[in-house]
């Protein structure tokens, strides 16, 4: 089974700043990637998939890049509405696999 | 709209069994993988089951395989889970998911249901 790892656990920032969260998958998983938001008490939502596709709706503050192992998820300029826990998702073999998840708290 | 809504959550014993539902609205429910996806109070995100558009292939996670039984009955546009012999460590939210564009990503999820492994 793939094994997904992201980093930081838990990053506190501030409304404006640019945060970047990073995705290692334990083996090449191509694009096969895809970014969630997480609020609590209701399901994820898509962010991106294929690595870099923005998803309908989704503002493009966001965005993701990486192949292989590696990637990452960007957002440029946060707004309040972006704190919440991101979780990165390997889709290239079931188990489709999740990374243990990145909090970000306001500053 | 797109629309999954889960019901069947709720309290069971260890080794009683339950059954999950999905109903699905708003798309061809038929040319979709589904999945369960499950999250354990404060915990990350773990892929169950999943089961292709006509029912005839299904896959699931090592910790519930033999325990659980995925299915759907496309003229009804409803998933179902069946967990058998429940332990206290299958407590968690279940979510229901799409599987978009078939290629793996999920959208949408339903609300999930709260499955809750005590005695």
């Known amino acids: 089974d793939i094994q997904m790892t992201q980093s930081p656990s838990t990053l506190s920032a501030s409304v404006g700043d640019r945060v970047t969260i990073t995705c290692r998958a334990s083996q090449i998983i191509s694009i096969w990637l895809a970014w969630y938001q997480q609020k609590p008490g209701k399901a994820p939502k898509v962010l991106i998939y294929k690595a870099s596709t923005l998803h309908s709706g989704v503002p493009s503050r966001f965005s993701g890049s990486g192949s292989g192992t590696e990637f990452t998820l960007t957002i440029s300029s946060l707004q309040p509405e972006d704190f919440a826990t991101y979780y990165c998702q390997q889709y290239n073999s079931y188990p489709y696999s999740f990374g243990q998840g990145t909090k970000l708290e306001i500053k | 709209e797109v629309q999954l809504v889960e019901s069947g959550g709720g309290l069971v014993q260890p080794g009683g069994s339950l059954r999950l539902s999905c109903a699905a609205s708003g798309f061809i429910f038929s040319s979709h993988w589904m999945h369960w996806v499950r999250q354990a109070p404060g915990k990350g995100l773990v892929c169950v089951s999943r089961?292709?558009?006509?029912?005839?292939?299904?896959t699931y996670a090592d910790s519930v395989k033999g325990r659980f039984t995925i299915s759907r009955d496309n003229a009804k546009n409803t998933l179902y889970l069946q967990m058998n012999s429940l332990r206290a460590e299958d407590t968690a939210v279940y979510y229901c998911?799409?599987?978009?564009?078939?290629?793996?990503?999920?959208?949408?999820w339903g609300q999930g249901t709260l499955v809750t492994v005590s005695s």
């Open positions: 089961i292709n558009g006509d029912g005839s292939s299904t």
């Open positions: 998911a799409r599987e978009s564009d078939g290629s793996g990503w999920f959208d949408p």
